[in-house]
């Protein structure tokens, strides 16, 4: 199969990351070039190709990257087999709980008190051990994860535990964050889905 051009600019996430998955799956090309223009999407599909194999390679013009992506035949397998898992590498979680966060305060009320309560909440969650399998932030829950921010400690605590840490990209730009982020994974609305699907618990908060 010769190189395919996929232009996903104008699409936000998940949407490159959709058209990606379905191109590799439909033709299993060895060499791949994705334009995006959101840098959401940009880490997600570089993430992505990644995980699907690929080696990628990535170049920035004005606001629009153009990733490039190639890798080996396998002889010795059907293009469907060298297929791995969704992006985030969702193996299924049974058992395990996911802590789904869409705000940076906990609660209603007042924030000050609710910034608090949320520092105590991420403090608490190790008392789950290894029944806490990861964190997704979306929304205004993205700025915990921020550098700065008071709860980014407790994140990256969390994350060197072995706690896998996932930040909505789509919320990171809305925000204006994208640069900000230091702790977790830039994700998007299928990993999102996936995780909450695969997880034995979800908390929701």
């Given at each position: 199969m010769s190189?395919?051009?996929?232009?996903?600019?104008?699409?936000?996430?998940?949407?490159?990351?959709?058209?990606?998955?379905?191109?590799?799956e439909k033709d299993a090309p060895l060499s791949l070039n994705v334009v995006v223009d959101d840098p959401g999407a940009h880490e997600n599909v570089l993430r992505l190709l990644g995980s699907k194999g690929y080696t990628?390679?990535?170049?920035?013009?004005?606001?629009?990257w153009t990733i490039s992506a190639s890798r080996e035949a396998d002889q010795n397998a059907p293009a469907a087999a060298q297929q791995q898992d969704a992006p985030c590498a969702i193996l299924g979680a049974p058992g395990k709980t996911v802590a789904f966060i869409t705000r940076e305060t906990l609660g209603s009320g007042d924030d000050e008190l609710g910034g608090k309560l949320m520092l105590n909440f991420l403090a608490t969650l190790p008392e789950l051990g290894g029944g806490l399998w990861r964190i997704v932030l979306v929304n205004g829950a993205v700025k915990l994860s921020t550098e700065g921010h008071p709860c980014l400690e407790k994140l990256t605590a969390l994350a060197a535990s072995g706690v896998s840490i996932l930040v909505c990209g789509t919320c990171l730009g809305f925000f204006g964050l994208m640069e900000k982020k230091r702790v977790g994974e830039t994700t998007n609305m299928l990993d999102v889905v996936t995780s909450l699907a695969a997880a034995g618990k979800v908390i929701q908060i």
């Amino acid at each position: 199969m010769s190189s395919i051009m996929l232009d996903c600019r104008g699409l936000a996430c998940p949407g490159p990351v959709l058209r990606c998955l379905e191109c590799i799956e439909k033709d299993a090309p060895l060499s791949l070039n994705v334009v995006v223009d959101d840098p959401g999407a940009h880490e997600n599909v570089l993430r992505l190709l990644g995980s699907k194999g690929y080696t990628v390679a990535s170049e920035h013009d004005m606001d629009v990257w153009t990733i490039s992506a190639s890798r080996e035949a396998d002889q010795n397998a059907p293009a469907a087999a060298q297929q791995q898992d969704a992006p985030c590498a969702i193996l299924g979680a049974p058992g395990k709980t996911v802590a789904f966060i869409t705000r940076e305060t906990l609660g209603s009320g007042d924030d000050e008190l609710g910034g608090k309560l949320m520092l105590n909440f991420l403090a608490t969650l190790p008392e789950l051990g290894g029944g806490l399998w990861r964190i997704v932030l979306v929304n205004g829950a993205v700025k915990l994860s921020t550098e700065g921010h008071p709860c980014l400690e407790k994140l990256t605590a969390l994350a060197a535990s072995g706690v896998s840490i996932l930040v909505c990209g789509t919320c990171l730009g809305f925000f204006g964050l994208m640069e900000k982020k230091r702790v977790g994974e830039t994700t998007n609305m299928l990993d999102v889905v996936t995780s909450l699907a695969a997880a034995g618990k979800v908390i929701q908060i």
